[in-house]
């Protein structure tokens, strides 16, 4: 129960940054991908460098989690074009509605009541590939 | 007390101003770090797994039966996403809509007709609502292509562009690089034909 509320707390926090920083626009998604402003360039980058550099300096340190854990990240098999292949996927939908997994639930909550469609359809596209994922290359 | 009022009040119009991209890029790697020091990797899109999980498709395919109480702590971040959406819009509202560059606004314009600002700026809702068959179509096939991909590659936006990349991984980098290119594929080709 403790670990629920701490992750919804983060999660509302989450949805409150998403909104503001506009990452959740599909015009900002559509701008991005015409490359006509640097905004969602700067998000990204922003974040990448800085959570590089936290990533980094937790290993370092040799902080601890909360779970009593070392910083790690479960490595994937390198197979580029299977990596490709699925992004390209997901690119096309990403563009088309605007919105990634995240952005469709705080769309939902800003009373966007489309978006409950949209999260049944991707749990469905989850649902496929769990269904034919043995026929595709990995 | 008045005193406290003014701060906190000011505290809130300074909130609701639109966000520069450095504070909302900096604000997101606060996220990865929270999510990281309390032990959880920071990825959105596995919720749509575990939907699955919840509706029993763990009993027709192996994928799918996983342990839901693993899984509390995402579905709790999920439905904490869902009311920041609300409180943002309902009391920290940026007062103009989202403001994009002058030439998306005259693209939008003269490619697809559709006019700017529509409501906040966060949605077309002109063609994203439950009145238009057309709109409700392309709301189903975009959501399958990301919940498809999404798990094909392992990872959405916040699993792969944030989480992957600050660990370094290339795998990461090159979904990343897929999603661009699905992206660009979409926005380029195959919107100016529907749309």
């Known amino acids: 129960m403790k670990q629920f509320i701490s992750f919804f707390t983060v999660g509302t926090v989450f949805g409150i940054i998403m909104t503001k920083s506009e990452a959740v626009s599909w015009f900002r998604i559509h701008e991005m991908f015409r490359f006509e402003s640097f905004h969602m360039y700067g998000i990204i980058g922003t974040a990448v460098v800085l959570g590089a550099i936290i990533i980094a300096l937790m290993k370092r340190f040799k902080v601890k989690t909360l779970r009593d854990t070392f910083v790690g990240y479960m490595p994937m098999q390198l197979h580029i074009p299977r990596h490709l292949l699925a992004g390209s996927i997901f690119g096309l939908g990403w563009a088309l509605i605007g919105a990634c997994p995240g952005p469709m639930f705080v769309l939902l909550g800003q009373g966007f009541g489309i978006m409950a469609l949209v999260i049944l359809s991707g749990t469905l596209g989850t649902y496929t590939y769990g269904v034919v994922k043995d026929k595709l290359p990995h | ?195």
């Open chain 2, 1 to 195: 007390m008045i005193a406290f009022v003014t701060f906190m009040s000011s505290i809130l119009d300074l909130i609701s101003q639109p966000w520069h991209w450095s504070v909302s890029g900096a604000a997101i790697a606060a996220i990865l770090f929270l999510m990281t020091w309390m032990g959880r990797s920071f990825g959105v899109s596995t919720a749509f797994s575990n939907f699955c999980t919840m509706a029993g498709a763990g009993k027709r395919h192996a994928f799918f039966d996983i342990d839901l109480k693993d899984e509390n702590w995402r579905l709790a971040f999920v439905l904490g996403s869902v009311l920041g959406g609300f409180i943002t819009v309902y009391f920290l509202g940026s007062p103009e809509a989202v403001a994009i560059s002058e030439s998306t606004i005259s693209h939008l314009k003269e490619d697809f007709g559709m006019a700017y600002p529509q409501g906040d700026g966060f949605l077309p809702t002109e063609i994203f609502n439950f009145f238009n068959p057309k709109g409700i179509i392309l709301a189903i096939i975009g959501g399958f292509l990301v919940g498809f991909g999404a798990r094909y590659g392992r990872g959405c936006t916040s699993g792969h562009a944030i989480t992957g990349l600050s660990h370094l991984q290339l795998p990461s980098l090159i979904t990343v690089i897929g999603f661009f290119i699905g992206g660009l594929l979409m926005t380029w080709v195959i919107m100016p034909l529907i749309f």
